[in-house]
């Protein structure tokens, strides 16, 4: 594994650092960003490992804590743990929870693999002997509404055989393995192709349904995501504990709004994340429902967690007044084409300065915080995400260290499709680009 520590003076301040990492090269086309546990689940807008690692290695230490109050599928995390840093994330999203734990737990490839073909050779069985169990417990379930999304997106002969699998992964008892064949289960569905549901592109968060399509079978694509999984995994080295099926010490999860991540005040030593784009382009809950309501999660409790995303448009009490001058001119702009966009663009802004704040209470004196963001046009304005924030992070106490552009790869970063008859729709082409705002706190 390629080390991207540079050759900063030694003697340099973090904010010295933190400006020279900022005009370094940060596209990081043409790298490997599926080694280790990387690429077991799609998710959209994650960002490549290297990202994290460079950063990571230049600024900070081995021991160190390294927090990302927005994991998703918790890239820094594992980035973290494998640097040998003490890794703490808070995420709301329980599917980004449960693909970061299965990511941070080491497998033993063999005796995964021969898991996961008794798993389907019992599910299999069970579909072929025992039909009408597996018909009754379908209806047993799920609530009235999430069966009618069930019913919805998937056919009959997928439900069977999610079901079959699902009662194999959860008769297991070992703890990390469970975590590892819950993820490959989530991976059949949420795929590009829209996986074993009739949706197409739900790796993109757009669901759509083809009522035409022919999903494949959940025992074929289970068998196809386990043996990806661990051939990825054996090309490692991880850097993370190896077989034994152990989580990865010093690895702290917790599902908390990034606002009040319970946190000691001055206790991280270098905070590396990225929060939504500012107009919810990306619904994570749209398409991690349909993978969700597998493991239990009722449709109407996925809603009520979808509205405590940053930048989702129910009210949530956060203070919109006090912005500073650079949000208070986009917003502006903004209104006089549309101001409903304008008043959803001050409530993300507004919640993400309780989300810095949060951040600069928590990090230590002196010690940085990495924020990835992607800017979005919004009625025909640029509404400039990054400078916002960039201003709301001094408004908040931050002292800006710069904002370090990097091109996007677009075979590699899941980015919202092309949409609808709206062919080069705004979105897709202000996202070929996305922003590294270095902050210090002084
Ligand atoms: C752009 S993604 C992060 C991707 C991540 N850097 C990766 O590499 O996978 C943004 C994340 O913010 C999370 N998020 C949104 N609102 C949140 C909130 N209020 N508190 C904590 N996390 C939130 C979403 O669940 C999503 O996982």
């Known amino acids: 594994m390629d080390s991207y520590k540079s050759s900063f003076p030694n003697n340099g301040s973090c904010l010295n650092l933190l400006q020279e990492a ?4 940060l596209d990081f086309h043409g790298t490997n960003s599926k080694h280790a546990t990387h690429g077991w689940h799609p998710f959209p807008a994650k960002f490549p490992p290297q990202l994290p690692q460079f ?5 900070s230490d081995e021991n160190d804590v390294v927090f990302d109050p927005m994991f998703g599928s918790g890239t820094t995390l594992v980035e973290a743990a494998r640097l ?22 080491a497998v033993s490839s063999v005796k995964t693999l021969e898991t996961g073909y008794k798993i389907v050779d019992a599910a299999k069985r069970d579909l072929c002997q025992d039909r009408e169990q597996l018909e009754q417990e379908l209806n047993r379930r799920f609530d009235t509404k999430t069966r009618a999304f069930v019913d919805y997106w998937f056919l009959p002969q997928q439900q069977l055989e999610l079901l079959a699998l699902l009662q194999g992964i959860e008769s297991l008892t070992q703890a990390g393995m469970r975590k590892f064949f819950e993820m490959v289960f989530s991976s059949t569905i949420i795929a590009k192709s829209g996986g074993v549901s009739l949706a197409r592109d739900l790796a993109h968060t757009r669901p759509h349904k083809v009522a035409d399509k022919n999903p494949n079978s959940a025992f074929v694509e289970f068998v196809k995501r386990l043996k990806h999984n661990l051939v990825s995994y054996a090309k490692g080295p991880t850097g993370l504990p190896q077989p034994g099926l152990t989580a990865a010490q010093n690895v702290e999860i917790r599902t908390v709004n990034a606002d009040k991540t319970g946190l000691p005040p001055s206790s991280v030593d270098l905070i590396i994340t990225s929060p939504p784009y500012a107009n919810n382009a990306i619904d994570y809950m749209r398409a991690h429902k349909f993978s969700l309501v597998w493991f239990g999660w009722k449709i109407d409790d996925l809603a009520g967690i979808r509205a405590q995303y940053l930048g989702h448009d129910a009210a949530t009490g956060a ?16 209104a006089e084409r549309d101001s409903k966009k304008a008043a959803a663009l001050r409530r993300y802004f507004g919640e993400m300065s309780t989300v810095l704040s949060e951040m600069r209470r928590v990090l230590k004196k002196g010690r940085a915080a990495v924020v990835v963001v992607g800017s979005s046009n919004l009625s025909g304005v640029d509404v400039e995400t990054q400078k916002g924030l960039a201003a709301i992070g001094e408004n908040v106490g931050f002292e800006l260290a710069g904002i370090g552009v990097r091109r996007l790869d677009r075979d590699k970063r899941m980015m919202p499709a092309r949409w609808g008859k709206e062919q080069r729709s705004q979105i897709e082409k202000r996202m070929h680009e996305e922003y590294v705002i270095g902050l210090v706190k002084p």
């Open 22 to 25: 900022l005009c370094a090269d």
């Open 55 to 59: 950063f990571i290695e230049n600024l």
């Open 84 to 105: 040998g840093r003490r890794a703490i994330g808070c995420d709301i999203d329980p599917l980004a929870r449960m693909i970061a734990e299965a990511k941070l737990t």
């Open 319 to 334: 203070q919109f007044d006090c912005l500073p001058q650079q949000c208070e001119k986009t917003l502006t702009r903004l």
